[in-house]
Each structure stands twice: as C-alpha cells, then as structure tokens.
C-alpha cells in the first residue's frame, strides 16, 4: 500500500516458516526489475518496503515472495 504508487511501495509478508523469504519484482513479459532477500521472518508479520530506482519506468509490477514450497505473488503499479 498503496497502490498505485509513487516513490515506493510496502507489503505485508506473514505466514512464512523459513528464515529467509526471496522477493523478487518482474515486468508484466517476465523480466527481473529487482530482487533482495527479507531475513529471519519465522512465523511474524512483516512490512517490507520496496523503492524502485530511477531505471524503473511507470508501470504494472508484480512481486514475488518464495520460501520453500509457498510461493505469492501480487501485482502493483508504478507512476513516476
């Protein structure tokens, strides 16, 4: 929230048992934009914020949240 967005963007993990949850952000074809690590989860709600940088044009993105086998994904809308 929110979404859409200007500047940068957070979500809500929760629900997760692994130690690290690998986020990544993708263009609607497919190709990576971004991707970082979210450490020591373990069970907590979590608020990750993502600021896309000035090589991230206005947009659909979609983000992907994977940890073992749960993998989610929602989609967000950039506007310079």
């Known amino acids: 929230y929110p979404n859409p967005f200007n500047g940068s963007v957070r979500f809500t993990l929760e629900g997760y048992t692994s130690?690290?949850?690998f986020i990544s952000i993708l263009s609607l074809s497919g190709a990576t934009v971004?991707?970082?690590i979210v450490?020591?989860?373990l069970n907590e709600?979590?608020?990750v914020t993502w600021s896309?940088?000035?090589h991230v044009s206005s947009g659909m993105y979609i983000i992907s949240a994977m940890s073992g086998s749960k993998i989610q994904n929602g989609k967000i809308l950039f506007i310079k």
């Open 45 to 47: 709600k979590r608020v």
């Open 52 to 54: 896309p940088g000035t």
């Open 34 to 36: 971004d991707e970082f």
């Open 19 to 21: 130690e690290y949850i």
């Open 39 to 41: 450490p020591e989860i």
